[in-house]
C-alpha cells in the first residue's frame, strides 16, 4: 500500500516536479491532496487541512527570492519562519507523528573561503541575507519541533538547482530563453548577463527530488544534509555549454543591472554525508540537463 505524502509548495519550480514524480508508476508513495486552499501565514486556513493523516511530510513552499527579502524581510520571515510554525502546530493539533522534511538552503552558509570548500554540514552557518536568515531561523524550529514532539525530522539544505519550468529570474533559466530567442530570430545575438565568472554547485531538479526522498526513507532524524552536486562550475560555462547545444553564436553583454557582484566566488559543496546515509548519488548529467531546459524554452518562447 502507498504512503501518503503531503507537500507544500506544489505550484513551484521544485513542486511541479515532485507532482509528476509522484504520479509515476513506480512510486512508492501517493500524493495527499488539501481538503481546501491554504495560506501558510494565515494559521486558520491550514486547521482542516488533512481529511486524513499523511505518513511524511515535505515542507518546500516558502518566499525564495533574495532580492525579494531585502526589499520586505518581515514578510519573508512570516512565510519562511511563521509559516512554518503554523504547519507543525496544525500538523500536531491533527495528531501527526510522521516523518517531515524541512527543505532549507545552501544558502544559510553564507560567505566561505575558499579553504573551506567543499562545504559540509560541519561549516557554521552564517546567513548574509534575510531570505538565509528566515531558512535557518525554520531550521532550528523544526529541529527542536522534533525534539520536542519526537518527531522524525529532517533539515536539507538544497545548493543551486536547475531544470525545466524554472523562472527566467534566475541565471540558467535566463541565459536559456535569451538563447531560444535568438535562434528564433527574436532578439539580436547579444546575450544579457550579470556577473558570470563565480562557480556554483548546480544539480538537475531531478537529482534534488530523489534526494528528498531519499531522506524521506532512509535518512538519520535530527540531522541536516546538504544537496548538492559535489562539483563546482562556472555560470559563463553553462551558458556557453548552452549556446553549443543551441547551435547558436552569441556574444555576451554584461548589463550593470543584473551585476550584483557576489561575495562568494566560488561555491561547492560536500553531499558525503547525505551519500552515506542513503546512497544517494547524482544521475543526471550537466548536458542533460542543459538540453531539457533549452528543448523546455524553445517551447516556451514560441508561445510568448
Given at each position: 500500500?502507498?504512503?501518503?505524502?503531503?507537500?507544500?509548495?506544489?505550484?513551484?519550480?521544485?513542486?511541479?516536479?515532485?507532482?509528476?514524480?509522484?504520479?509515476?508508476?513506480?512510486?512508492?508513495?501517493?500524493?495527499?491532496?488539501?481538503?481546501?486552499?491554504?495560506?501558510?501565514?494565515?494559521?486558520?486556513?491550514?486547521?482542516?487541512?488533512?481529511?486524513?493523516?499523511?505518513?511524511?511530510?515535505?515542507?518546500?513552499?516558502?518566499?525564495?527570492?533574495?532580492?525579494?527579502?531585502?526589499?520586505?524581510?518581515?514578510?519573508?520571515?512570516?512565510?519562511?519562519?511563521?509559516?512554518?510554525l503554523n504547519l507543525l502546530q496544525a500538523l500536531k493539533a491533527r495528531g501527526f507523528t510522521g516523518t517531515f522534511v524541512y527543505v532549507s538552503?545552501?544558502?544559510?552558509?553564507?560567505?566561505?573561503?575558499?579553504?573551506?570548500?567543499?562545504?559540509?554540514?560541519?561549516?557554521?552557518?552564517l546567513p548574509r541575507n534575510p531570505y538565509a536568515v528566515s531558512k535557518l531561523s525554520a531550521e532550528f524550529?523544526?529541529?527542536?519541533?522534533?525534539?520536542?514532539?519526537?518527531?522524525?525530522?529532517?533539515?536539507?539544505?538544497?545548493?543551486?538547482?536547475?531544470?525545466?519550468?524554472?523562472?527566467?529570474?534566475?541565471?540558467?533559466?535566463?541565459?536559456?530563453?535569451?538563447?531560444?530567442?535568438?535562434?528564433?530570430?527574436?532578439?539580436?545575438?547579444?546575450?544579457?548577463?550579470?556577473?558570470?565568472?563565480?562557480?556554483?554547485?548546480?544539480?538537475?531538479?531531478?537529482?534534488?527530488?530523489?534526494?528528498?526522498?531519499?531522506?524521506?526513507?532512509?535518512?538519520?532524524?535530527?540531522?541536516?544534509?546538504?544537496?548538492?552536486?559535489?562539483?563546482?562550475?562556472?555560470?559563463?560555462?553553462?551558458?556557453?555549454?548552452?549556446?553549443?547545444?543551441?547551435?547558436?553564436?552569441?556574444?555576451?553583454?554584461?548589463?550593470?543591472?543584473?551585476?550584483?557582484?557576489?561575495?562568494?566566488?566560488?561555491?561547492?559543496?560536500?553531499?558525503?554525508?547525505?551519500?552515506?546515509?542513503?546512497?544517494?548519488?547524482?544521475?543526471?548529467?550537466?548536458?542533460?540537463?542543459?538540453?531539457?531546459?533549452?528543448?523546455?524554452?524553445?517551447?516556451?518562447?514560441?508561445?510568448?
Amino acid at each position: 500500500m502507498k504512503k501518503r505524502l503531503f507537500i507544500t509548495g506544489l505550484t513551484g519550480f521544485v513542486g511541479q516536479h515532485i507532482r509528476s514524480r509522484l504520479a509515476s508508476p513506480g512510486s512508492s508513495w501517493t500524493l495527499l491532496p488539501a481538503a481546501s486552499s491554504y495560506d501558510l501565514t494565515d494559521a486558520a486556513s491550514l486547521a482542516d487541512l488533512w481529511p486524513e493523516l499523511p505518513d511524511a511530510v515535505i515542507h518546500l513552499a516558502g518566499q525564495t527570492f533574495v532580492p525579494e527579502a531585502f526589499r520586505d524581510p518581515a514578510r519573508t520571515l512570516d512565510i519562511n519562519l511563521f509559516g512554518t510554525l503554523n504547519l507543525l502546530q496544525a500538523l500536531k493539533a491533527r495528531g501527526f507523528t510522521g516523518t517531515f522534511v524541512y527543505v532549507s538552503s545552501g544558502d544559510v552558509y553564507g560567505q566561505v573561503g575558499e579553504q573551506s570548500l567543499p562545504i559540509t554540514e560541519q561549516q557554521p552557518p552564517l546567513p548574509r541575507n534575510p531570505y538565509a536568515v528566515s531558512k535557518l531561523s525554520a531550521e532550528f524550529l523544526s529541529l527542536q519541533w522534533g525534539l520536542s514532539e519526537a518527531w522524525p525530522i529532517l533539515v536539507a539544505r538544497p545548493f543551486n538547482h536547475i531544470g525545466t519550468a524554472q523562472k527566467d529570474s534566475f541565471v540558467i533559466a535566463s541565459a536559456a530563453r535569451q538563447i531560444c530567442r535568438i535562434k528564433q530570430g527574436l532578439q539580436a545575438a547579444q546575450l544579457q548577463v550579470g556577473d558570470i565568472d563565480v562557480t556554483r554547485d548546480f544539480l538537475d531538479v531531478g537529482d534534488v527530488i530523489s534526494a528528498y526522498f531519499a531522506l524521506l526513507e532512509n535518512g538519520t532524524p535530527g540531522q541536516v544534509y546538504n544537496i548538492c552536486s559535489g562539483r563546482e562550475q562556472s555560470i559563463r560555462s553553462l551558458i556557453e555549454q548552452l549556446a553549443d547545444l543551441a547551435e547558436v553564436d552569441v556574444q555576451l553583454i554584461q548589463d550593470p543591472a543584473r551585476m550584483r557582484r557576489a561575495d562568494q566566488r566560488r561555491v561547492c559543496g560536500s553531499h558525503a554525508k547525505l551519500a552515506n546515509a542513503t546512497g544517494w548519488a547524482p544521475a543526471t548529467t550537466t548536458q542533460q540537463s542543459l538540453r531539457a531546459i533549452l528543448s523546455d524554452w524553445e517551447t516556451r518562447v514560441r508561445q510568448e
